[in-house]
T-cell receptor, first 115, second 115 residues
Framework: AQSVTQLDSHVSVSEGTPVLLRCNYS??????LFWYVQHPNKGLQLLLK??????LVKGINGFEAEFKKSETSFHLTKPSAHMSDAAEYFC?????????????FGRGTSLIVHP | DAEITQSPRHKITETGRQVTLACHQT?????MFWYRQDLGHGLRLIHY???????NKGEVSDGYSVSRSNTEDLPLTLESAASSQTSVYFC??????????????FGPGTRLLVL
């Protein structure tokens, strides 16, 4: 069965410093991996996704993530945090386990950005 | 523009009452999903549908039901509301052609309080 672990429930950074949100996954198949962002009182929006093409994936708002099969990781990074990046971030894995593709969400990481 | 809407956005009900949450998408997507979001749990899948007349149980389906009579709508019914069903509910849709690699599009959410 697929699973996903977001290693930090909260990450706090200063504006202008790098962001690292960590995600490890477990999958018996070739997974698709996603990062979604949720701003306060909003629905979720796709940041980026990995679907077995390039291992370094670029997303919106300067975010990127690298798929590392050997480490079963898909960490999200951004070189310089902006105040508007403060939000909840979800890592998601989807594979063909059980014969159908059902996304599994991590528990989320809250990114706090200090001025 | 295509969109996915949920109604009501906020709902207060009493224990034992039947409640229906509406979800409507104009993307013409085949797949639709219902999730609940609770602190510390991320998003958990309640029910999902791959097309008209198709419904499937997710991880936390007890006490919930759905029906899919057309492409656009997937209403979620709480048969007899319980306090444990107090949560934020999100509907999502995806195209249904990309087998696990697809982006999900989320509605704005419904906040349900069961007293």
């Amino acid at each position: 069965a697929q699973s996903v672990t977001q290693l930090d429930s909260h990450v706090s950074v200063s504006e202008g410093t790098p962001v690292l949100l960590r995600c490890n996954y477990s999958s018996s198949y070739s997974p698709s991996l996603f990062w979604y962002v949720q701003h306060p009182n909003k629905g979720l929006q796709l940041l980026l996704k990995y679907t077995s093409a390039a291992t370094l994936v670029k997303g919106i708002n300067g975010f990127e993530a690298e798929f590392k099969k050997s480490e079963t990781s898909f960490h999200l990074t951004k070189p310089s945090a902006h105040m508007s990046d403060a939000a909840e971030y979800f890592c998601v894995v989807s594979d063909k386990g059980g014969g159908s593709y059902i996304p599994t969400f991590g528990r989320g990481t809250s990114l706090i950005v200090h001025p | 523009d295509a969109e996915i809407t949920q109604s009501p956005r906020h709902k207060i009900t009493e224990t034992g009452r039947q409640v229906t949450l509406a979800c409507h998408q104009t993307w013409n997507h085949n797949n639709m999903f219902w999730y609940r979001q609770d602190l510390g749990h991320g998003l958990r899948l309640i029910h999902y549908s791959y097309g008209v007349q198709d419904t499937n149980k997710g991880e936390v389906s007890d006490g919930y039901s759905v029906s899919r009579s057309n492409t656009e709508d997937l209403p979620l019914t709480l048969e007899s509301a319980a306090s444990s069903q107090t949560s934020v509910y999100f509907c999502a849709s995806s195209r249904g052609q990309g087998a696990g690699q697809e982006t999900q599009y989320f509605g704005p959410g419904t906040r349900l309080l069961v007293l």
